[in-house]
């Protein structure tokens, strides 16, 4: 008997209008178009309009993502959302997504796995499919990192991005769609990647606004160097332990952080420039949604085709990372 899988049926994208230039961001701190690029590969990113919050953002994500599969919204079962911005604690950005993409039937939840929600969030997804509880379940990675980052720490406010992606999941008997998972965490690392205030360790107060705890704190360095290991490893076992090596790999689909930190992994693995998904440029990083923007994109330029062996990796707060193994067949 063949075994039900999880597939991903379709993709769809949405980013912001507005777009911020690294020459946008000079204005306002101490930086350079030339000091961003040279160290972060980053040309522009997008941000929200004062009216745009993270579920609008996530709703044009999914319409586009069923409007490419040909499915209406009272057709989806489960709805999950990778995201640590979302509208509000609660309710949850998911259940303000099934509001307003009419998806009546769906249930949903959020998700938080900063930079690696996307990938925790297929894999959970990916169960309810192979288990035959559900048909079709919507993943949308998306976060507006411009409410959370200090406009003023030039350290961190080139870095980040608004936007959203979306997959939807149906089952498949063929060898194809998602063949494998391997997630990891380590708690240790959170001092390296957090945000000090806004939680029951440190409720929001006078004390903690003044102080500008409620904004993303990251140790670079060290963040640089635990994102290029743990990702390179991560691909690597994973690919070794389905029998594949990097030479088999038709893409490489990493989390859009830095462009060293990809080129660093892709090295390591050893792969050509063309088995790399890269869009760092335009976007900067997205955080969850970094991974299925670059599908679409990728799929859209014709670098993905069906058939093809992908890798999704990536790292994020938490320690989390991982990666995921797929045969492409749209």
Not at 51 to 58: G, I, K, Q, T, Y
Request: hydrophobic share 40%; with cysteine.
């Amino acid at each position: 008997m063949k075994k039900r899988r999880a597939f991903i049926s379709a993709v769809g994208m949405y980013v912001p209008e507005n777009v911020v230039t690294n020459n946008d961001l000079a204005f306002r701190v101490e930086t350079s178009d030339e000091w961003i690029r040279e160290r972060t590969g980053i040309r522009e990113r997008r941000i929200v309009s004062d009216h745009e919050a993270n579920s609008d953002l996530s709703a044009r994500a999914v319409q586009a993502c069923l409007d490419n599969a040909g499915v209406s919204a009272d057709e989806i079962d489960l709805i999950i959302v990778p995201t640590v911005t979302p509208d509000t604690m609660f309710p949850s950005t998911a259940c303000r997504i099934q509001e307003k993409v009419g998806a009546t039937r769906a249930w949903g939840f959020d998700l938080s796995g900063a930079c690696s929600g996307f990938i925790y969030a297929l894999a959970t997804g990916a169960q309810f499919i192979e288990t035959g509880v559900h048909r079709k379940v919507v993943v949308v990675g998306t976060d507006v990192m411009s409410s959370i980052v200090d406009p003023e720490d030039r350290a961190t406010c080139v870095l980040f991005g608004d936007g959203s992606g979306a997959v939807l999941l149906e089952p498949t008997y063929e060898e194809t769609g998602l063949l494998d998972f391997l997630l990891r965490c380590d708690g240790s690392g959170g001092k390296y990647l957090y945000m000090p205030a806004g939680g029951s360790k440190q409720p929001a107060s006078l004390e903690t606004v003044k102080k500008r705890m409620h904004y993303v704190y990251q140790d670079g360095r060290t963040v640089f160097k635990f994102a290029v290991r743990y990702m390179a490893e991560a691909s690597t076992e994973i690919l070794k332990r389905n029998g594949y090596t990097s030479e088999d790999l038709d893409l490489l689909v990493p989390h859009q952080a830095n462009l060293r930190i990809i080129k660093s992994v892709a090295d390591r693995l050893g792969l050509r420039e063309d088995q790399v998904a890269v869009n760092i440029e335009e976007y900067a990083n997205t955080t969850a949604a970094t991974i299925p923007i670059s599908l679409f994109e990728s799929m859209k330029a014709g670098k993905l085709k069906s058939g093809d062996l992908v890798v999704l990796t990536s790292f994020g707060a938490g320690f989390t990372w991982g990666s995921t193994l797929l045969r492409w067949n749209i």
